[in-house]
């Protein structure tokens, strides 16, 4: 997040803003341009806004430029824009980042410059016009007034040694007081040892922070959120939570977070199996004519059955997705902290369908123990000899293709929304923090997960049918696309939707659970809240 440049700091971006106060000729307008790094140590200026001053004070009108007659914001972006457009050509490229950036004493590597370019490039001709210039620095400005503001533990508009020290700590990185004065050093150009907000956008203007730490700290989804299915994209996780090994600490709280809501939500579970399978036009099954069945087949504790599996199968799922997840970034080549959303998508994807491959007979276990009679298995083991004994290995990869192919709808449609609604908070609230709180964030993962349990139901029906044909005696053994026509014909659409309500009467309670138990866990292993 912070970028140490040596002991030395380089002249800063603002200094190029305040010729225009200073009466220089940016160039273009009344003749060639002054070395911007001279123009800035020779004539006295006072402090002004720079680039990041997007809107004035309500009742302020901006003051023109005396040399252009723009507005003075747009002047200063006219300004720096020249000063970069090494060539003249009306547009920025890498080359000309590199050669305008050293100019002004800023060193970016290669790949951090080309990074710029591809956030800002809309028409995708390889450089920056002034328009996507300016929209580049105004999202890019958003993204650091979030971060600057979280890092401003006092709220005094200045960030001190402390202060840095305190917020790397909340990341699981410690750091002496010695080194976060260094950090301040490279930002601070007053020599104040403290750095307000037009130092830090200056020097961080121009460095791409496609990944803000803040946002991926407290806008985790698939680790907190635990619906039962295990189909949604893997969370991004910072650098220095990598390098710390802050992320397993994540990963375990929330597995336990999903074994607690699991537990809590496996009466529901367990009835939207049997309503899956053995619900029918002819056979009518309501909720509590369902949990009435239950009970009297096997008492209180046959509520349960099948969760023993479904919370043992947690542990290697999330560990094998979460390497394979990593694994995939890497091959698609991308060196990025985050990846966008279509990228997140198809590795999130194919990261699901290995871990789900994995484990896919603890699936078909999990199925056929929540839909067994009394006495009929003795646990887990024995109703795994049983299907071997009688079915063979084929068995318990049944219903594989319809859950493969529930992953693109589910994993897809639930990060579109969760990042949309996402998006939209951070643009329209996010003015002192990237934390939503706990009712945003309670809200929009509900939301999420509901629209992709939406979307995939029917697969997951049809899956659940397949994986219980054997234990139907006399039951027709179909193939997938058989069983839709099959359900079609006899019960109408509707029928690809059996089980839904109890299935969604467990959504709220499942994301409550595994958030409160989340949080628990994650002060209990040492992970601390901002």
């Known amino acids: 997040m912070m970028h140490q440049q040596g002991s030395l700091m380089p002249p800063l971006l603002g200094d190029v803003f305040c010729q225009c ?106 450089q920056l016009d002034f328009e996507e210039f300016v929209h580049y620095l105004r999202d890019h400005e958003k993204k650091l007034r979030l971060v600057f503001k979280s890092l401003d533990k006092k709220n005094d508009g200045r960030i001190d040694s402390q202060e840095i020290m305190q917020s790397l700590r909340d990341l699981g990185v410690n750091i002496s007081e010695e080194q976060a004065e260094k950090i301040l050093r490279s930002m601070d150009k007053n020599g104040t040892m403290t750095i307000d907000w037009n130092e830090w956008r200056d020097y961080h203007l121009l460095h791409p922070a496609d990944n803000i730490p803040e ?55 367990r009835l939207k199996v049997l309503m899956q399978v ?36 947690i542990a290697p799922e999330s560990a094998i997705k979460f390497m394979a997840y990593e ?4 091959l698609i080549g991308s060196n990025q902290e985050t990846l966008g ?35 009929q298995y003795s646990g887990i083991w024995d109703c795994a000899k049983h299907v071997f004994q009688r079915e063979g290995v084929a068995a318990f990869y049944k219903g594989y293709v319809p859950n493969m192919l529930g992953i693109i709808p ?29 009712f945003v964030l309670l809200a929009c993962g509900t939301t999420s997960s ?37 359900i079609v014909r006899t019960e109408g659409a509707m029928g690809l939707y059996r089980g839904l309500a109890p299935n969604f009467m467990k959504v709220i309670p499942s994301v409550s659970i595994s958030y409160v138990v989340y949080e628990y866990l994650k002060i209990t292993l040492g992970v601390q809240s901002k």
């Open 327 to 330: 694994q995939i970034k890497r």
């Open 341 to 375: 959303i279509t990228e997140r998508l198809v590795a999130g994807s194919l990261a699901g369908a290995i871990a789900q491959s994995s484990i896919y007979p603890m699936e078909v276990l999990k199925t056929r123990l929540a839909l067994r009679k009394t006495g």
């Open 278 to 313: 053995h619900a029918s036009k002819s056979n009518s099954m309501h909720i509590s004519g369902g949990f009435a069945q239950m009970i009297r087949e096997g008492g209180v504790r046959s509520l349960w059955r099948g969760n023993g599996i479904n919370v043992i199968k």
């Open 450 to 486: 509901t629209c992709g349990q939406l979307a995939s139901y029917p697969l997951a029906l049809v899956r659940t049918r397949m994986q219980a044909q054997a234990t139907q005696e006399g039951g027709p053994q179909m193939s997938m696309t058989g069983l839709f026509r099959h």
């Open 21 to 126: 106060r200073s009466g220089v000729d940016p160039g273009g307008v009344g003749g060639h341009a002054e070395d911007p790094s001279s123009a800035s140590l020779s004539k006295p200026v006072t402090q002004q806004p720079v680039a990041g001053d997007w809107h004035p004070d309500p009742g302020q009108s901006p003051h023109p430029c005396d040399i252009c007659g723009a507005s003075e914001q747009e002047h200063r972006l006219k300004v720096l824009f020249q000063v970069l457009d090494v060539n003249g050509d009306g547009g920025i490229c890498v080359n000309d980042l590199t050669i305008g950036l050293k100019k002004l004493g800023v060193h970016r590597t290669e790949h951090e410059l080309m990074k710029i370019v591809k956030a800002g490039d809309k028409d995708l001709d390889g």
């Open 215 to 269: 946002i991926i700290l407290y806008w985790k989804h698939s680790t907190i959120f635990d619906v039962g299915e295990s189909l949604m994209v893997p969370d991004e996780f910072t650098a220095e939570e990598k390098q710390t090994g802050m992320w397993w600490r994540h990963l375990v709280a929330g597995g336990g977070a999903g074994a607690v809501s699991r537990t809590c939500t496996a009466p529901l579970d």
């Open 410 to 438: 589910y994993a897809g449609i639930d990060l579109a929304v969760y990042e949309t609604l996402k998006n939209s908070w951070l643009q329209r609230f996010a003015t002192d923090s990237a934390d939503p709180g706990v």
